[in-house]
């Protein structure tokens, strides 16, 4: 590959923005030279946060935006009103090519109404999916759609199903990936209308690895590579997982100070147990990409730090290098 | 009150039956002189566990059953094939008024199927929902609807909040509970739907206590104290729930066994990690009840223990004190 990848990052978007973001762009400059990162937003305070680093400093543009788009406000009106936020400039310079893919720790709602509305999705995609990498036994699963596409039809997740079959593969690098749908039950006839009316075509589906129903209590096992629902269901399990995970490990933490004897313990296995947390936090393996669009567009978490920005930046090397776009709308045909 | 409760139990239903079923209505039948147990299942074997066990024999009574209708059945053609089954015999026991309450640890199915064809519905209830009491960081709360009744409508809905109030105020002793729909965001326009049609419901629904949407990330937190939502996404709550629960513990157990010093550790730490584990064990809290039919229906987990069966038979005693089908009846003609 000659050209350099070019990613737009929101530089204003987060609880840490812009300091976590301009730091995290910058190490991803430095770790990966196939990379040139695009910072939209205020560009002296942008600026600033970049003069105290070194770094190679063509790889490294900043665009102008004088406004942002909060997570308090409308997605929909916001993006249409606020012609220069930066999560709209962004989005814009992959629309027009000037970039190859978006990443933004701010306002899911402006991501997923710009993703639709700014950068567009590709032909014969219907919907385009949020797809969070969730954490299980078994490492990572994808779990789409987690989105604002409520209500979706059949059609609408035998996409799903193919796109994240193509993420997974060629940027998670997970050969011949696994698909479930949740459901009910393992038994065939389970099921509401939509999971019995997507399980026949599904099966009939070529291109995916399709194993059947997924009982929720299987995700965090690991029981499926590619978890496919619709994103109500979807929305659901990714934010009851943060808050059944997190109201234990509070649980765990109290417990550890009940008395003097676990205090004592405390000592011992706090550590571990704290790297043991840290692995099953999702916010460990970087942003949910939003398939289906003219160009990658990632979504890092609203308390995004440097690390979290550097990962999703990095990730749109092997986006770009594999063709997933290619690949998406050529799988859609079919 | 003058008269016994009489509470029928499937003594074949469960991994551990009969044994255990017949130590927990022994239990039961020793705790609280107002109950009556009738053991329905096969007679020489339920009558051998008896007799390691010394109570008033006039509060057990036994009746015989041939059949037992297992997990792996169709419950619709089992039910009606089997007509000796013991979670047959002893439902039919609740319609004919000869028991009050059926607790049964047996096929889920069995018991939803048995529960709307065999005991039925009381009059204006359109769909009788099974609702487990799920552990919280604040106690517990009722997850309503978790039973097959999929592609529920708004009315439903309106009924289940009705009937969750009803059982957690007189049942397990709420004042005032509060009640939530699931929803995947706070904002009023956000949710599919059925939600978006069931909301202004709720809101002008005046013997509930509604306080609006919850996310699934609050559940845990102990958010509200009756979460309303459809099957679908019920069943996807609760066993999410098992899920990352018994994924996590497993996590902190290999953690404490990784290294010497967490060993060490361990020894300290054990048996107070292992007291909060049980706490959010959701088996520890009896049985999940299945509403508005005419009478109460409790299913108990299928690995339950003597003391679970015992939780969930002294629970029909406020069940029937208390009158809660007949507020049932009343509440949802309105």
Do not use: W
């Amino acid at each position: 590959m000659d050209r350099l990848i070019k990613v737009a990052v929101d530089a204003m978007g987060g609880d840490n923005a812009p300091a976590e973001i301009v730091k995290g762009a910058v190490e991803a400059v430095n770790e990966s030279t196939k990379i040139k990162v695009i910072l939209v937003g205020d560009e002296a305070a942008v600026k600033g946060e970049l003069a105290k680093y070194s770094y190679d400093k063509e790889r490294i543009e900043v665009v102008h935006a004088s406004e942002i788009i909060t997570n308090n406000e409308h997605p929909v009106e916001a993006v249409r009103k606020k012609k220069d936020a930066s999560t709209v400039v962004a989005q814009k310079l992959v629309r027009t090519g000037d970039a190859d893919a978006f990443v933004s720790a701010g306002s899911t709602g402006a991501v997923l109404v710009g993703g639709q509305l700014l950068i567009g999705k590709i032909k014969g995609v219907e919907r385009a999916p949020l797809a969070p990498v969730i954490p299980t036994e078994k490492g990572v699963s994808l779990l789409i759609d987690c989105g604002a596409n409520v209500d979706a039809r059949p059609s609408h997740l035998v996409q799903f199903a193919k796109m994240g079959t193509i993420y997974m593969e060629n940027v998670i690098g997970r050969k011949n990936p696994t698909v479930a749908i949740v459901n009910v039950g393992a038994e065939e006839e389970k099921g509401n209308q939509l999971v019995r009316d997507t399980m026949p075509l599904l099966k009939e589906c070529k291109d995916i690895n399709f194993i059947g129903s997924i009982e929720a209590r299987e995700i965090p096992h690991g029981g499926a590579d590619i978890i496919v629902c619709e994103a109500f269901t979807g929305n659901v399990i990714l934010k009851l997982y943060e808050g059944v995970a997190s109201t234990l490990l509070g649980r765990v933490k109290q417990t550890l100070k009940s008395s003097l004897k676990t205090k004592i313990g405390a000592l011992f296995v706090k550590d571990a147990l704290k790297n043991m947390a840290k692995e099953f936090d999702s916010s460990e393996y970087g942003g949910a990409p939003m398939l289906g669009l003219k160009g990658l567009v990632i979504k890092s978490h609203g308390s995004s730090k440097a690390k979290d920005i550097r990962i999703c930046i990095l990730k749109c090397i092997a986006f770009v290098e594999n063709d997933v776009t290619g690949k998406i709308s050529e799988h859609i045909k079919e």
